[in-house]
């Protein structure tokens, strides 16, 4: 049985960064966890800063960290950045897992939360998909893709426009 917790105190969240960043063992899968700004390796330090998660979300099994996530506030409103899972337990469904608890937390106070993809990360491109989350603008300078999920609660109550 898995448990997922959510973290907020920055002790902890960049002991938590760290212990992801670990994971990752060659640098184009560093990219694809972060963007190209950051270098492979480089301290973690310098890598959160000016972009400090609000939450971490940490999917355990058993007491072992297998997957991370966080929820980041921007000019977009929340954003999920960062998804990535331990190696070993790739390929068994707990990047979706993941998502879909980040996904759950956002809508029970929001109606969007939005996500950027590296461009040529197609297998976050596809679990992006088909979690629902739409393709809206490219940002190919940067190579990434910014993606949303409207929550259908909002979809299936529009509020009316008021008018004068």
Aim: proline share 5%; glycine share 4%.
């Amino acid at each position: 049985m898995h448990t997922i917790d959510i973290i907020t105190t920055p002790a902890e969240m960049l002991d938590l960064v760290q212990q992801a960043a670990s994971w990752i063992k060659d640098p184009a899968e560093f990219v694809h966890w972060t963007d190209r700004e950051f270098k492979f390796q480089q301290p973690i330090s310098q890598f959160v800063e000016g972009s400090h998660p609000k939450e971490v979300f940490l999917l355990r099994e058993g007491g072992v960290s297998i997957a991370y996530a966080e929820l980041h506030k921007n000019r977009f409103g929340w954003v999920i950045a960062r998804v990535l899972v331990h190696p070993e337990f790739r390929n068994q469904g707990y990047a979706r897992k993941i998502m879909q608890a980040c996904i759950e937390h956002v809508f029970q106070t929001q109606f969007v939360v939005s996500l950027f993809c590296i461009l040529d990360n197609s297998p976050a491109f596809k679990l992006y998909q088909s979690l629902g989350f739409k393709a809206l603008e490219k940002y190919p300078d940067q190579g990434l893709q910014r993606m949303s999920l409207i929550s259908s609660a909002l979809v299936s109550n529009p509020t009316p426009l008021q008018t004068a």
